[in-house]
């Protein structure tokens, strides 16, 4: 009933900036995420935001670089990723809780359950 689907990935060199959207349709989904997976590792935790408030948290790895938000009359997620690094490149995906709440955040990969297809973004030195 929910499908997500992002974009905006691409190349950039060290230092630059990527802005990913992650655009939902279906049925209302509540908490939501950014997860990205790197070659040949797990897909792992970056960033979450709740579906009021905008209670966020991410990734000790991301912290101070990647601003992540969201706007619900859009039905659209973002993250903002800045002074990107050769180790953030991975494929990118952004997913969504179906189970209400109001000012949950949800960072673990288990709990959610929609996903999209994934963006790619690589980052060169």
């Known amino acids: 009933q929910v499908q997500l689907v992002e974009s905006g990935g691409g190349m950039v060199q060290a230092g630059g900036s990527l802005r990913l959207s992650c655009a939902a349709s279906?049925?209302?989904?509540?908490?939501m995420g950014w997860f990205r997976q790197p070659p040949g590792k797990e897909r792992e935790f970056v960033a979450a935001?709740?579906?009021?408030?905008?209670?966020?948290n991410y990734a000790d790895s991301v912290k101070g670089r990647f601003t992540i938000s969201r706007d619900n009359t859009k039905k659209l997620l973002y993250l903002q990723m800045n002074s990107l690094k050769p180790e953030d490149t991975a494929v990118y995906y952004c997913?969504?809780?179906?189970?209400?709440?109001?000012?949950?955040?949800?960072?673990?990969?288990?709990?959610?359950?929609?996903w999209g297809q994934g963006t790619q973004v690589t980052v060169f030195s």
């Open positions: 997913a969504a809780d179906r189970g209400f709440s109001d000012n949950v955040v949800v960072t673990t990969e288990t709990e959610y359950d929609y």
């Open positions: 279906g049925r209302t989904v509540y908490a």
């Open positions: 935001i709740s579906w009021m408030n905008s209670n966020t």
